[in-house]
């Protein structure tokens, strides 16, 4: 399991960026998630608790839901 958060600054895209919290690509001010087992449940606790606002995942540390 890992702490997962998400990035306050929005891309051009609009969307927040959703990183582990020891991920090196981390920057800006972080929100924490939470503790789950992978990003994919991480991302739907974001979007349950966060509904207004757009999340992407981080394509170095949560790559194991990239590969689709």
């Known amino acids: ?8 600054i929005i891309d051009d895209n609009g ?3 959703i990183h582990t919290r020891d991920c090196p ?3 800006g001010r972080n929100i924490e998630i939470g503790i789950y ?14 509904p ?9 540390c949560c790559r194991e839901c990239n590969k689709k």
């Open 1 to 8: 399991m890992k702490i997962y958060c998400f990035n306050d």
């Open 15 to 17: 969307y927040h960026k």
């Open 25 to 27: 690509y981390v920057s």
């Open 37 to 50: 087992d992978n990003s994919e449940d991480a991302m739907c606790a974001a979007m349950k608790g966060l």
């Open 52 to 60: 207004n606002k757009k999340f992407i995942k981080c394509y170095k």
